[in-house]
């Protein structure tokens, strides 16, 4: 390595190379096996691309309360990780650098994990870890090596036997009563990352005061070396498969309200997977109810690349195109699309005149909180009596209409930051609130069994929601679930067939009902070391200088969630984040957040208007005033 940090330290002089990407390389060429490290670095040394250096060495990869997210295929593939190559075309070794997502960060990742677990539980078990992957790159050479690094530390860890969904991970945490769970995925992020999402014993990522233990055991770890365990001190490894599939399912079942809606429906559906994990469970339980259901052949097979589409991101038109375009063919009445992990639903549907429609998440989120609460109250099983222990909760970001919805049929509302760990920590809440002995051991009871006891002891979770597409109706799984999604929003299909109306005919009676909303979500994008410095100035400045008119009109209120002590509508203090929600004298508003797992700023801007107006007249309104609003948003941010 005398050349190559002879070249290192001549690029830092010069100003090509940060000094922390020096540093970083140092580490981690001291911190890893084989030789593929440093004959990358020498390789991209050699060639003078110290653009692509910085980039994956400008900081290590910090574990954060989302566990870790970040590139694993280099934007320049150098020849020692193509090796002889892998599956789908990917190289053989994953993107060597400190602030990627590789096997030196893997390796740290899990081994802080499995250290903060162990103090956790004592000493007198073993802690048990369970282990889920997407699709992605590398998603299941990370699994087994997690997998098989817990039990030489001492773990028994179980290992789902082929690539399964973000949800399904959450539920088997909790169904075997697990200490902690990890799912290696990305999301909905481009082919080129992939991600570590950690689960602590609840079934819901980590939240404090876990997170900051667990941080502190993974960042002070330097290296991806590791001594294993004497045998017997070691644990096992046991594969989960069609019976946790089946035990999953089951349960998702007990989300169906009128599940008499779904006989003879007849409903066809277009399924789309997008080469993730969606198709497992989705596609074989909506059929098992009925459902003609056919599927986007070219996007059925699990592959990282995401080959038919720009991005794997069913918030995307583009990434529904196919499924959307077999839906005109066949004459399907809905298209769903799933992201890479199953977290994630986007849908089309049809409308009266024989179009394909794209739905807002918000609007997806508010058809099934209206239907579930309006059907829950018909059945009996809200009332005028207990309906104060009833709740929506949804982020702060996510759409106005579900809170006066709910409003509407006296249910409370709360509000929380944007990451459904937060909707997870609700829910732990109202778990815990219930006394112990009545509750016994609360994950082995019935949804009716649970209703019953929240509706008496605690609050009653009807429907939990995020903008971006995540939406849960169940306390039994602690994060956003597709799979459940899709068997929710097909009761919600089959209520409207039912009483004669299309999808976008019922989502104007609610708008008509309770006032139309309207969002739009925009981002700016700026990647690697100089984008994540723009990113961070131009949140700052916000901060430090918030606008006080805004595209001509006052602005009323800032909150800003990083500095000001803010509370929810339970009286709960709000973590601090970097968010900045202003609201304008004209009923508009806007939030800006840097997004904490992509390189980009993201914003939020919200339109409305009281009922009794046309809405026709109503719509076209507010999208003007949305478009001019962030017509100066967009020229605001340039300056700044």
């Known amino acids: 390595m005398t050349s190559t940090l002879d070249l290192l330290t001549e690029a830092v002089a010069d100003g090509k190379l940060l000094e922390s990407a020096k540093a970083n390389i140092l580490m981690l060429l001291a911190g890893t096996s084989g030789d593929v490290a440093e004959k990358t670095v020498e390789e991209l040394a050699k060639a003078g691309e110290w653009q692509e250096l910085n980039d994956r060495f400008f900081k290590t990869l910090a574990f954060g309360t989302g566990g870790l997210r970040g590139r694993t295929i280099g934007r320049k593939i150098t020849s020692p990780e193509q090796g002889d190559g892998g599956p789908n075309g990917r190289p053989q070794y994953p993107c060597i650098g400190t602030a990627t997502m590789n096997y030196f960060n893997v390796s740290r990742a899990v081994r802080g994990l499995i250290a903060y677990t162990k103090k956790h539980v004592g000493a007198e078990r073993k ?22 690094t817990a039990a030489e530390l001492g773990c028994d860890a179980y290992l789902f036997e082929g690539a399964r969904s973000t949800p399904q991970l959450s539920f088997a945490v909790r169904e075997l009563r697990a200490d902690a769970g990890v799912v290696l995925t990305a999301s909905h992020n481009p082919s080129h990352d992939n991600g570590f999402k950690a689960y602590f014993n609840d079934g819901a990522q980590i939240v404090e005061p876990h997170a900051t233990g667990i941080i502190s055991e993974v960042n002070a770890l330097t290296s991806e070396l590791y001594d294993a365990l004497p045998a017997d001190e070691q644990g096992t490894v046991t594969i989960l498969g069609e019976e946790m599939d089946q035990r999953y399912v089951a349960r998702l079942k007990t989300l169906l309200l009128q599940p008499s809606l779904l006989e003879g429906a007849a409903t066809k559906l277009v399924i789309t997977n997008l080469h993730g994990t969606g198709g497992h469970i989705i596609v074989p339980m909506l059929r098992g109810f009925g459902f003609e259901v056919e599927t986007v052949a070219e996007q059925d097979k699990l592959d990282g690349r995401f080959p038919t589409v720009e991005s794997p991101n069913p918030e995307n038109a583009s990434a529904l195109k196919m499924a959307i375009d077999l839906a005109e063919k066949n004459g399907a009445e809905i298209v769903i699309g799933t992201d890479p992990d199953a977290d994630r639903m986007g849908v089309a549907v049809r409308d009266r005149d024989g179009g394909m429609v794209l739905l807002t998440g918000n609007q997806i989120g508010s058809l099934m909180a209206w239907y579930r609460l309006k059907t829950m109250f018909e059945l009996g099983w809200l009332t005028h009596a207990n309906r104060s222990r009833a709740v929506v909760v949804k982020t702060f970001v996510t759409t106005d209409l579900q809170r006066n919805i709910a409003d509407g049929f006296g249910v409370g509302v709360v509000d929380t930051l944007t990451g459904f760990k937060y909707i997870a920590g609700k829910l732990r809440k109202y778990e815990d609130a219930i006394p112990a002995v009545k509750k016994g051991d609360y994950r082995s009871l019935s949804e009716a069994e649970t209703r019953a006891l929240r509706l008496e002891y605690s609050r009653f979770f009807v429907f939990g929601g995020e903008e971006s597409y995540g939406y849960l109706g169940s306390d039994a799984i602690r994060d956003k679930d597709a799979n459940g999604s899709a068997l929710m929003f097909a009761e919600v299909a089959a209520y409207a067939k039912s009483v004669g109306k299309t999808l976008p005919e019922l989502m104007d009676a609610i708008y008509e009902e309770f ?17 994540a410095a723009k990113i961070q100035a131009l949140a700052a400045s916000y901060a430090e200088n918030p606008p006080t008119v805004v595209d001509g009109s006052n602005v009323i209120r800032v909150r800003d969630f990083a ?19 202003m609201d304008l004298e004209d009923g508009r508003s806007f939030a800006v957040r840097p997004s904490g797992t992509e390189p980009k700023i993201k914003f939020y801007l919200f339109g409305k208007a009281a009922p009794g107006s046309d809405l026709v007249e109503t719509k076209a309104a507010v999208a003007s005033s949305l478009i001019s609003l962030w017509g100066w948003i967009e020229a605001d941010a340039a300056k700044r």
Do not use: N, W
């Not at 006032?515 to 994008?525: A, F, Q, T």
């Open 127 to 148: 802690p048990l870890l369970v282990f889920a992957h997407d699709t992605r790159h590398f998603s299941r050479d990370f699994a087994e090596f997690c997998a098989k």
């Open 515 to 531: 006032g139309y909303h309207l969002e739009i979500g925009k981002s700016l994008v700026m990647e690697g070391a100089d984008g």
């Open 563 to 581: 500095k000001q002590d803010l509370y929810d509508q339970e009286g709960d203090l709000i973590p601090k984040e970097k968010m900045l929600f």
